[in-house]
Nanobody, 120 residues
Framework: QVQLVESGGGLAQPGGSLRLSCAAA????????MGWYRQAPGKQRELVAAISSGGTTNYSDSVKGRFTISRDNAKRTLYLQMNSLKPEDTAVYYC??????????????WGQGTQVTVSS
């Protein structure tokens, strides 16, 4: 089992930045692919970004060029740097751990989520 705890959410102004962190306990962190999903009110949960165990990254078109996913295996921590935030980035952001198969990321373990609100 892998336990994931997100932090760093909050309120940001449009054009501002936030950095999310996800601390992992249990399991062998560096063998997992990791990712961030988000869910806005009334919308389906969507993949924001994922990173393989080797560091290869993948982003949704809506955040490409604005968000950066990274991982520190020694600290067992996943990050999401969010720049140039837009009101439509408002959502609950979920950290997850999983695997890649055929180029697709499959999350298995989930954190509890952290709220990000972008508003002036």
């Amino acid at each position: 089992q892998v336990q994931l705890v997100e932090s760093g959410g909050g309120l940001a102004q449009p054009g501002g930045s936030l950095r999310l962190s996800c601390a992992a306990a249990g399991g062998i962190f560096n063998i997992f692919a990791m990712g961030w999903y988000r869910q806005a009110p009334g919308k389906q949960r969507e993949l924001v970004a994922a990173i393989s165990s080797g560091g290869t990254t993948n982003y949704s078109d809506s955040v490409k060029g604005r968000f950066t996913i990274s991982r520190d295996n020694a600290k067992r921590t996943l990050y999401l740097q969010m720049n140039s935030l837009k009101p439509e980035d408002t959502a609950v952001y979920y950290c997850n751990a999983g695997t890649y198969g055929g180029g697709t990321y499959y999350p298995t373990f989930w954190g509890q989520g952290t709220q990000v609100t972008v508003s002036s």
